[in-house]
């Protein structure tokens, strides 16, 4: 049995995060780890909040609250959210922790130490009508390499060249509008990034295990060349920069970037989980204290692929330190709200609260890692939604349960039948759903979530059509022991279709095999040959009939979701722009 530790990028804390978040990281990560507890491996799942830099600051502003405040709000209502649907991370902390600040303080000091680190004045962009240093990524205007007006101060998405906001032609802030903006020197400290590009790009080009795009991000960043980046920044609201254990002199003002802090926060937040469940966090950070034997995997949008690949590592192996890196990296594209990008700054997608509000969490699960956007962009639509719903959901796994078990009830009291012998027709359906298992095992351990939901769709689809081919309803007319048998291997079916779905669909697959009274301990990821767990249960177990699993989602609807969040979808598709209503 392996240790297997998965993190999820955090969500940042201005607001409850959109369905596209929620599918580029948190999701995959919570099924990754349901599946490998379901296989009996020790799964450590870690995700936090994000809560430090100017976007926190200024969503407090705008709430009036102040910034603790603010954020302590959030945190419980992301929290929520994300039980909601089912998370099942094993802790779920705050960046802004004392045990982040204490690690974030400590690697500065180890990178300082090994000459990674020192100060320097830079030129940063002042915004002089909000008064403030603007953030990078407060700083708008034109790319100097691509020429797209939308460039941020860090980097631009249409050409992902990383930038700094000095390199933007015709600069402006994003917090204002205002183009009244001006140049000055600041002080702050540097993390020499360039002194490390030799090990990163060695531990990148090792990294064979990763999948395409996180590879591609990375060595595309290493190939254009490391700079040297300030990791400090010109706020209240954060980590703050000490030396000694004392405010760092001509830093009184000054915290770390969030950026810095956290990445680090993945280490912190297993100290927090120690500390709370009585449990050590040294032996799944640490090599030279067990962490060796853990595999680290890392799920996050393709955003946030460069800080993963090459920041927070230069972090971890420049500061000299045993840490655990990670072994495979998950990256995603971005979700699409009817063909334009979901975001939380502008409300504009379905957000997790609202989704939850409209339909079960299982039904977005589903949909979103069957549509996952693995390869590419993936769009979201409502009407796409409803579409693989009923089809996957309601009229092949619900119909196939419903089937069975009210033909059960029927014919056989409820209870699970004996007599007859498999034939040809069960011989089939053994070597055919043998088959299928071996290749949905193989597509969750590659973490490629559209093949695996592909697979478990057959494997439901499995049970529809075995019922048809095998018609114990006729059997029962001319042979009962036929029948019997038939009706005993689509129950068996029956739970091996809802074991395979818990990664997805968590609470459905519990009520169908609480229905079949499963106990906890037999839910595991199947590991027997199909002619043997195909008969597993108890002969005369008795089987209830679940309650209806999916209602149907009608055309009605539809039509109300979208006119209560598709009004920018019809702006979009008329005018090819984002409505800002």
């Known amino acids: 049995m392996k240790r297997i530790l998965i993190t999820s990028a955090l969500p940042y804390i201005n607001g409850i995060k959109h369905l596209g978040n929620l599918t580029g990281s948190m999701l995959p990560a919570d099924i990754c780890a349901r599946f490998w507890r379901l296989c009996g491996h020790e799964v450590l799942l870690i995700c ?333 639509t409502l009407e796409h939604f409803q579409a693989v719903v009923n089809s996957d959901l309601a009229n092949v796994l619900g119909n196939f349960v419903n089937r069975i078990t009210k033909f059960t009830g029927a014919k056989f009291d409820g209870q699970l039948p004996t007599g007859g012998e498999p034939g040809a027709e069960e011989q089939q359906l053994f070597e055919e759903l043998d088959t299928r298992l071996a290749a949905l095992r193989e597509h969750h351990k590659a973490m490629e979530y559209r093949k695996a939901t592909a697979e478990t769709r057959a494997i439901w689809a499995l049970g529809n059509e075995y019922l048809a081919n095998a018609a114990p309803w006729t059997a029962m007319k001319n042979d009962p022991a036929q029948a019997a048998m038939i009706v005993r291997t689509a129950l068996n079916l029956m739970v091996i279709g809802a074991i395979i779905a818990q990664p997805f669909i968590p609470d459905t697959a519990a009520k169908i095999l609480d229905a079949m009274g499963v106990p906890n301990d037999n839910r595991n990821w199947p590991k027997e040959a199909a002619a043997t767990l195909l008969d597993a249960l108890p002969h005369g177990l008795a089987c209830a009939v679940p309650k209806l699993l999916f209602a149907k989602i009608e055309d009605e609807q539809v039509q109300n979701w979208s006119e209560r969040f598709g009004a920018e979808a019809s702006e979009v598709s008329k005018n090819g722009s984002y409505s800002t209503r």
């Open 48 to 380: 936090a909040t994000d809560e430090h830099g100017t976007p926190a600051e200024l969503a407090a502003e705008a709430a009036g609250q102040d910034v603790q405040s603010y954020c302590d709000e959030q945190y419980e209502l992301q929290r929520a959210a994300g039980i909601g649907f089912s998370l099942s991370f094993d802790w779920f902390g705050r960046s802004s922790s004392p045990q982040n600040h204490a690690f974030t303080q400590h690697f500065a000091e180890r990178l300082e130490a090994a000459g990674l680190i020192e100060e320097r004045t830079s030129q940063q962009i002042y915004s002089i009508t909000d008064q403030r240093f603007l953030p990078d990524r407060y700083v708008e205007g034109t790319c100097p390499h691509c020429g797209s007006a939308k460039a941020r101060g860090d980097q631009c998405d249409s050409c992902g060249r990383l930038l700094d906001p000095t390199d933007l032609i015709d600069p402006y802030s994003t917090i204002s509008g205002s183009h009244d903006v001006e140049v000055r020197d600041t002080t702050h400290l540097f993390l020499k990034q360039s002194k490390m590009q030799d090990t990163i790009r060695d531990w990148v080009e090792g990294a064979i295990h990763w999948p395409t795009l996180a590879r591609s991000i990375a060595l595309k960043w290493l190939d254009e060349g490391l700079h040297d980046r300030a990791i400090t920044r010109d706020l209240s609201w954060g980590v703050p920069v000490l030396k000694d254990g004392k405010p760092r002199p001509g830093f009184e003002n000054k915290v770390f970037y969030v950026w810095f802090d956290a990445p680090i926060e993945y280490i912190s937040a297993t100290r927090e989980w120690a500390e709370a469940t009585n449990n050590t966090w040294e032996n799944w950070w640490r090599t030279d204290q067990g962490a060796s034997d853990v595999s680290y995997i890392q799920f996050m949008g393709k955003d946030n692929v460069a800080f993963h690949t090459v920041s927070f590592p230069i972090t971890m192996l420049g500061s000299g330190e045993p840490w655990k890196t990670v072994d495979r990296l998950k990256a995603f594209n971005w979700v699409t709200w009817y063909g334009g990008k979901f975001s939380t700054s502008d409300k504009r997608g379905i957000f997790m609260d609202q989704a939850l509000a409209i339909a079960p969490s299982d039904m977005w699960r589903w949909h979103l890692m069957a549509n996952a956007p693995e390869s590419a962009d993936a769009a979201f």
